[in-house]
């Protein structure tokens, strides 16, 4: 028989909440010593956290786990019901480590005891809300990248918001409220459920397939298609306009060239397992974490892995367009941040980044100082250089003095319009006149700017809010001919972000590939630190 200290009542016997055994632990009356013992034990367990000690601090070592009120019972269980239910956001377990406060409790014996439990619940509360709120990683510390900024809440703040209102309707708004990661966490369920009886099935052969084409691939085509849930159940062994017309659909879902013909990559794309894809969400469900949870009634969404941009309102989409993002090379790949559109530029001048103009322009020049005559050479002042007047083989990258512009124009890298969120890494959408890239599947084409297949309706769209006729007043300013800064009376939030899952409006989840090859870093830096996919198959 379990022999309890004096000042832990009846209720301190275990109880079971949600399927936990918790050790109600509550001071009834404490003498003095009684309270000094635990101030001293709180303090002592707090020693080396200075935010959950200075917590104690401030309510003056008042228990908000392990007290007699009620209330201490309701976070208990609103805590450990949170916990039974990390590995459903794809966190860390072992962080929280839910079995071993179970233990911890169990095993109170003295006023020491009491206040050691105390505090370890409280950084069990901390250390969930922080990740499930803000991310288990820190982006920058995965790729460079990742810059976006996260917004992490005062760890204090944490123990206050649970000590304060309704443990549950706390614990539960933790996690972000947006039907993006409601439609992440569904389709996790799904996927572990899929996983757990084999996934999808056999896998295709790679070969190219068209229709007509019959035979023993075409039917493992054919079914693993049915179990995707492209198409209903058939018996047909040849590729026929229902394969067609599944074959069609999934590549539109993957952002592929919808042909009907499945091709190589088209293969490769239904090849990847289920468990691959749970992956993919898991990682989208951590950087869903790191976006901050106001995106703007108005926002421009950029998916980098989606070649697409995307004026947002209401949660609706109004604008979409194609887009080029950032080459594959180490200096050219598409940041991830967030920041905020000011302004827009009609006839822009393309200002050279220093970069372009030491690694590219100036070996050219070097050999021909009349080499890429469409750009004009402007000194410190902005003067033009006159191109036959300079040596350029005396520059090196590190103290070559001189700018380079180039005027508007229709021949302009920039387009005739560009859409500007200052900002450090110099990132902005605009036109451009390689209006073929545009066609390409695959369109990671640029220094890092992202480039807009229809940038007129992209601006008028922009400007809908604040003209009566957007388009007119448009083609007023670019008919001038001169450079024009034309300012958004609503300034407008801009995401630039990068995700392999997203999920539809109709329900369901499509996917893209990691063509930085940043997912994949992300769940490695994921799995090492604890986060697991379900113990099952495939």
């Not at 790191?290 to 989606?306: A, E, M, Q, S, Y």
């Not at 004009?376 to 070559?400: C, K, L, P």
């Not at 990691?514 to 986060?531: F, P, Q």
């Amino acid at each position: 028989m379990t022999v309890l200290p004096n000042f832990i009542t009846k209720r301190a016997l275990p109880v079971c909440l949600a399927g936990f055994v918790l050790l109600s632990c509550m001071l009834s009356q404490p003498a003095t010593a009684q309270i000094t013992a635990f101030k001293q034990a709180i303090a002592e367990a707090a020693s080396d956290d200075s935010e959950v000690a200075a917590f104690y601090r401030s309510n003056q070592y008042t228990p908000i786990w392990t007290g007699s009120d009620p209330a201490d019972l309701a976070r208990r269980a609103a805590l450990m019901r949170a916990l039974a239910g990390a590995a459903t956001h794809g966190l860390p377990e072992h962080r929280y480590d839910a079995a071993g406060l179970m233990a911890q409790m169990r095993e109170v014996r003295t006023t020491r005891d009491l206040g050691m439990v105390e505090v370890a619940l409280s950084q069990a509360l901390v250390a969930y809300a922080r990740d499930i709120q803000s991310g288990v990683l820190v982006p920058s510390k995965i790729d460079e990248g990742l810059a976006r900024k996260v917004t992490y809440t005062d760890r204090t703040d944490y123990l206050v918001g649970i000590s304060s209102g309704d443990p549950n309707v706390f614990m539960n708004g933790l996690a972000p409220q947006n039907r993006e990661y409601t439609g992440l966490m569904k389709q996790k369920l799904r996927l572990e459920r899929l996983v757990a009886h084999g996934g999808w099935g056999p896998k295709v052969p790679s070969e190219k397939f068209k229709p007509g084409q019959t035979g023993a691939s075409v039917v493992k085509l054919r079914n693993r298609l049915i179990s995707m849930g492209y198409m209903g159940t058939s018996a047909t062994q040849t590729y026929d306009s229902d394969i067609q017309k599944a074959v069609q659909e999934f590549q539109l879902e993957h952002g592929l060239e919808a042909d009907g013909e499945a091709g190589k990559i088209t293969i490769n794309e239904i090849n990847v397992s289920a468990r691959a894809r749970l992956k993919s969400v898991i990682v989208a469900m951590e950087r869903e974490r790191w976006l901050r949870r106001d995106r703007g009634t108005r926002h421009v969404l950029v998916n980098l892995t989606d070649f697409s941009a995307a004026i947002v309102d209401d949660d609706k989409v109004t604008f979409r367009t194609r887009s080029v993002v950032g080459k594959n090379s180490h200096d050219r790949r598409s940041p991830e941040f967030s920041d905020t559109m000011e302004h827009m530029i009609i006839n822009p001048s393309w200002y050279v980044p220093r970069s372009i103009v030491t690694k590219e322009y100036l070996p050219q020049l070097q050999n021909n100082s009349a080499a890429a005559g469409h750009l004009i050479i402007t000194d410190g002042a902005g003067r033009q250089v006159d191109r036959a007047e300079v040596d350029f083989t005396q520059y090196s990258a590190r103290n070559f003095p001189f700018d380079m512009r180039q005027p508007p124009s229709t021949r302009n890298a920039l387009g005739l319009v560009k859409f500007m969120f200052p900002n450090k890494h110099n990132i902005y959408l605009h036109d451009t006149p390689e209006k073929h890239l545009f066609a390409r599947e695959s369109r990671a084409f640029s220094h890092g700017c992202i480039r807009l297949a229809q940038p007129f309706d992209f601006a008028y769209t922009l400007l809908a809010k604040q003209s009566d006729d957007p388009k007119a007043y448009f083609h007023r300013v670019l008919n001038t001919g001169q450079e024009t800064k034309v300012r958004l009376e609503q300034p407008i939030p801009v995401h630039l972000i990068y995700r392999t899952a997203i999920t539809m409006p109709r329900g369901g989840t499509a996917y893209r590939r990691d063509v930085y090859g940043r997912d994949a870093k992300i769940w490695s830096a994921l799995a090492e630190a604890g986060v697991v996919l379900s113990d099952v198959q495939g």
